[in-house]
């Protein structure tokens, strides 16, 4: 008879038995990577070595080789000056310790004076340590006295018995030999292993890299992406490690020579090898020096001053000259670096320490560029892992009211109160209504409490300026809950910021009882803002009783997290509203009243004519179209000429020259940098626009180039700094062709927020 099928595993049962192996093996995988990597240092680290100085010396043989050299003609004449410089350098430092040798013994009187000097301070003058000793041996006396007297029959420390050392064998002359040679020998062999590595490495460059790449995976792109960028960041790493380490060496051993410390030239040396230790090496090097000024000044003038050129050192390097040149070009948060710094000396002694950095920056650029290793980006680099809105909010969620005040307070100060408002105010109110159903009482509680304080502290940080006579009335109204008023208050704020006289109102003010009462007398427009992703009952509702008192007003909704297509014409007029806004700047725009009839519109832009330069600007337009994946791409010259990708669509394009026109101004009285461009009047339906200036070689200014493209994010660095290279190609175009204005300086004072007009 056969036996009845097994019942199947539960779900729940199957999930924790394979989870359990999932996580064990990751804890083994990662304990054999370690312990490969303790046994294999007799291969790893000369390797490892090897990759180092191959990112420094590379340069040097690329450069070579634009010299029409053959690359391994260029690798010798590098690896020979290499080898030639750390061998004369150690010859220095080999001659440089013997003559100290032989001048030791010239300084044992001085230091026994001084070691005297001291004890008869310390502890023989009753000092605080003289004292101390003595109580110390007061209690130790007493407790053997009571030890003696508990165990009478246990032997004193007089009669204990008598210690046997036992000396090993005198060693034989090999063995002696070994003893002195090993120590030598082994670093010789060491670097001897990294030079032929190293060798290898700069001859197969091209062969690795296409290794390399293959055993990344199969996405090229992000590969390639990948090692470019770690190569780039070790190497200006390096670079810049470099010669940040010789000039404190230099310094060092310049002040130490003008003090009068016996010899300052090695001292220098050891200071700039010993920096490479992060954080402390700087610390470390002053130990010798200052032995040695203990050992050679009879007075104390000489350690004194020694140690406050260290000091002062390691003051102007770490606090000005090493954020300056460093940069983001490691990448690395202070914390990880130093456990970084600890694991690998644990793990491979001195070289560990040389070596930490320059792996932790490959191992924070894996984890930015391939998704299995994300983790690694987040426990290691410097970048933060939440973005404003995200630490804004979670600031709130935790309730540290204080903190959130002084991360928007830091964001008002680098920007302005609108451009926090708009891009963290609003959508960390958005993330807490997506969050809603999911918070609890407390949580939602402390979000609204501390925003609301939040603001109270802007208002009067940051007070907007007294409404000129005549100016609009806005009411900014919430439209339901406690997040809607916080929001319709970010708007009042933005709104008086602009000149307006806004006034912000509850949500309760659209209450049943209470919306009959809203004081609407002189009021221009009103402004419903909403979290509910369908705000359309109570938007219907509102605009019906608003409308039924003051019929010609005007009125936009502000649908925070409503789908798109509310956001249509169709949409507003059924909702009885005259506008859908979808950002903050659309809403505030909106809200104010057009432009007067007598006041002029703006010169609109005009197309660049046929000729010489729309022949020569044509392709890179056409080439930012291609890189981004951009359905349009605009460039304005300063006399408003402009010219369109071509095969654009004909509004888009018009819209893309007009912002291009509008920022080519805008460059002339902010700084000329590559960013983000706002539309807040939404002419190019949605796509994401960045512009960056038409800088010639001069630094004269000569226009923007604009790219529009769909996706919900702006360009990242990278892809600035390239749409920065095609607008300084254009702008090389337009002055070597000689047509249009003289270039204008670009204004180096701080940039406009995006969104906000550049003043006059």
């Known amino acids: 008879m056969p036996s009845p099928p097994a019942d199947p595993p539960h779900p729940e049962e199957s999930e924790r038995l394979v989870a359990l192996p999932a996580g064990l093996a990751t804890a083994i995988a990662i304990a054999l990577v370690v312990a490969a990597l303790y046994l294999g240092q007799a291969i790893l ?12 010396l590379d340069p040097l043989v690329t450069r070579l080789r634009r010299a029409w050299l053959p690359r391994a003609a260029a690798v010798a004449i590098v690896i020979a000056a290499t080898v030639g410089v750390l061998g004369g350098l150690s010859l220095f430092v080999g001659s440089q310790v013997a003559e100290l040798g032989r001048d030791l013994p010239s300084y044992q009187s001085t230091i026994q004076k001084k070691l005297r000097t001291l004890r008869q301070a310390v502890v023989l003058n009753g000092g605080s340590l003289g004292g101390a000793s003595r109580v110390v041996d007061v209690v130790e006396r007493e407790f053997d006295a009571a030890r003696r007297a508990l165990h009478p029959g246990q032997p004193a420390a007089a009669d204990a018995p008598m210690r046997v050392r036992v000396d090993p064998a005198p060693a034989s002359p090999l063995q002696a030999l070994a003893d002195v040679a090993l120590p030598v020998l082994t670093p010789l062999a060491t670097a001897g292993v990294a030079l032929v590595f190293l060798v290898f490495i700069l001859i197969d460059r091209s062969d690795l890299r296409e290794r390399l790449l293959r055993f990344a995976g199969a996405d090229l792109r992000r590969a390639t992406a990948a090692v470019d960028e770690a190569a780039r960041r070790v190497s200006r790493y390096l670079t810049v490690q470099l010669g940040v380490n010789l000039g404190f060496g230099a ?23 010993l920096r490479y230790v992060p954080y402390v090496g700087g610390l470390v090097a002053a130990v010798c020096p200052a032995l040695m000024a203990f050992a050679v000044d009879d007075g104390w003038s000489l350690l004194v001053w020694t140690l406050a050129l260290v000091l002062a050192l390691e003051i102007v390097i770490n606090s000005l000259i090493e954020p300056w040149l460093y940069g983001a070009s490691a990448g690395i948060a202070r914390v990880a670096l130093l456990l970084s710094a ?57 309730g540290d009211v204080e903190e959130a005040i002084e991360l928007a307070e830091q964001e008002v100060r680098s920007g302005s109160l609108q451009a926090f408002l708009r891009d963290t105010g609003v959508p960390a109110l ?43 009335r806005v009411l900014c109204i919430g439209l339901r809950s406690e997040l809607d008023s916080l929001a319709a208050e970010m708007l009042a704020l933005t709104l008086a910021a602009a000149g307006a006289d806004a006034r ?9 009882e209470q919306i009959g009462r809203l ?47 509310l956001r249509t014409p169709e949409a507003a007029a059924d909702l009885g509203v005259d506008h859908v806004a979808a950002t903050l700047d659309e809403a505030a725009l909106q809200a104010l009243p057009p432009r007067p009839a007598g006041e002029a519109a703006p010169e609109p832009p005009r197309t660049l004519p046929a000729g010489e330069l729309q022949v020569a600007l044509t392709p890179v337009l056409q080439r930012a179209v291609d890189v981004f994946d951009a359905p349009v791409a605009a460039l304005a010259l300063r006399d408003r000429r402009c010219l369109v990708s071509p095969g654009a669509d004909a509004a888009l394009g018009t819209a893309a020259s007009r912002l291009a026109a509008e920022a080519a101004a805008a460059f002339q009285h902010t700084s000329a940098a590559a960013g983000a461009l706002p539309d807040p009047q939404q002419t190019l339906g949605g796509l994401v626009a960045s512009v960056a200036p038409l800088l ?57 927020p995006p969104g906000q007009p550049a003043p006059a």
Request: glycine share 10%.
């Open 696 to 752: 010639d070689d001069a630094g004269g200014l000569r226009g923007a180039l604009v790219v529009a493209r769909a996706g919900p994010r702006g360009a990242t660095p990278g892809e600035l700094r390239l749409l920065q290279s095609l607008a300084q190609e254009a702008a090389r175009a337009v002055a070597s062709s000689g047509d249009g204005e003289p270039p204008a300086p670009a204004a180096s004072a701080a940039l406009t």
């Open 45 to 56: 680290v000369p390797f490892a070595l090897a990759v180092l100085l191959a990112f420094v």
């Open 504 to 512: 912000h109102v509850p949500a309760a003010g659209l209450s049943v």
């Open 519 to 565: 004081p609407l007398d002189g009021v221009d427009a009103v402004v419903l803002s909403a979290f509910n992703p369908a705000p359309e009952v109570n938007a219907r509702f509102v605009c019906r009783r608003l409308r039924r008192r003051e019929p010609g007003l005007r009125i936009v909704l502000a649908p925070w997290n409503a789908a798109t297509t």
């Open 251 to 273: 310094a060092l051993g310049l002040g130490l020579w003008l003090i009068g410390v016996p010899g300052a030239l090695l001292w220098g040396v050891l200071g700039a090898v």
């Open 342 to 398: 600890a694991f690998w000396a644990a793990l491979w002694g001195p070289v560990g320490l040389l070596l930490a950095t320059p792996i932790t920056v490959c191992l924070v650029v894996m984890g930015r560029h391939l998704r299995p290793l994300r983790f690694l980006e987040h426990l290691l680099g410097a970048t933060p892992v939440f973005d404003a809105p995200t630490r804004l909010y979670q600031r709130l969620l935790a």
């Open 430 to 472: 958005q993330q807490a209504s997506l969050a809603h159903a999911r918070s609890g009482a407390e949580h939602r509680h402390r979000v609204v409490s501390g925003m609301a304080a939040l603001l109270h502290e802007l208002r009067q940080s940051s007070p907007a300026p007294a409404p000129a006579e005549g100016a609009a």
